[in-house]
T-cell receptor
Framework: GDSVTQMEGPVTLSEEAFLTINCTYT??????LFWYVQYPGEGLQLLLK?????DKGSNKGFEATYRKETTSFHLEKGSVQVSDSAVYFC???????????????FGQGTILTVHP | DTAVSQTPKYLVTQMGNDKSIKCEQN?????MYWYKQDSKKFLKIMFS???????INETVPNRFSPKSPDKAHLNLHINSLELGDSAVYFC??????????????FGPGTRLTVL
């Protein structure tokens, strides 16, 4: 079945450092890929997404490129802020129909802490 | 305006009890979901409904029963609560027209603690 693997956390960085959170997936066909973020005490919210190979999703200075050849969707940010401290989830949604249509499969989440 | 709301936010109860969690969305979406997040933050889908029809029903004990009275509401009823049911339960919704690419909007979560 479908699966998503994220780099182990937690990740601790100083403000203005470069961030990479690795994400690889296993799926049939061409899934859509997402990064969701969960701030402390809140629900998840979409950070960015890409729906086909070579698409780049971007939002709030974060970027991720859908790489089909390496089945990856790594999250990057050039200069993190304290306010970026959160849990980041990589997820996929199958593009085929059927009973899995719309089902998000999540990675295990990566806790990011940014210090001043 | 709250887009996806859940009640209650916290729920503490004894083993063996029956409890319900309610979810409402005011986004006009057709599809709603329930997810369970365990203590290690791992998220797993439980159910999804599209226009009150059950679409996704993952391997969940039949003590868990979702109910959708209309497309804006999806409630979760849990019978005979067990210690292992302790988790944060998230409701979500999406447009439902392109499920594979739709953004899902999550509620704030309900933290269930079973003693």
């Amino acid at each position: 079945g479908d699966s998503v693997t994220q780099m182990e956390g937690p990740v601790t960085l100083s403000e203005e450092a470069f961030l990479t959170i690795n994400c690889t997936y296993t799926a049939t066909g061409y899934p859509s890929l997402f990064w969701y973020v969960q701030y402390p005490g809140e629900g998840l919210q979409l950070l960015l997404k890409a729906t086909k190979a070579d698409d780049k999703g971007s939002n709030k200075g974060f970027e991720a490129t859908y790489r089909k050849e390496t089945t990856s969707f790594h999250l990057e940010k050039g200069s993190v802020q304290v306010s970026d401290s959160a849990v980041y989830f990589c997820a996929l949604s199958p593009n085929a129909g059927g009973t899995s249509y719309g089902k998000l499969t999540f990675g295990q989440g990566t806790i990011l802490t940014v210090h001043p | 305006d709250t887009a996806v709301s859940q009640t209650p936010k916290y729920l503490v109860t004894q083993m063996g009890n029956d409890k319900s969690i309610k979810c409402e969305q005011n986004l006009g979406h057709d599809t709603m979901y329930w997810y369970k997040q365990d203590s290690k933050k791992f998220l797993k889908i439980m159910f999804s409904y599209n226009n009150k029809e059950l679409i996704i029903n993952e391997t969940v004990p039949n003590r868990f029963s979702p109910k959708s009275p209309d497309k804006a509401h999806l409630n979760l009823h849990i019978n005979s609560l067990e210690l292992g049911d302790s988790a944060v339960y998230f409701c979500a919704s999406s447009l439902g027209q392109q499920p594979s690419t739709d953004t899902q909007y999550f509620g704030p979560g309900t933290r269930l603690t079973v003693l």
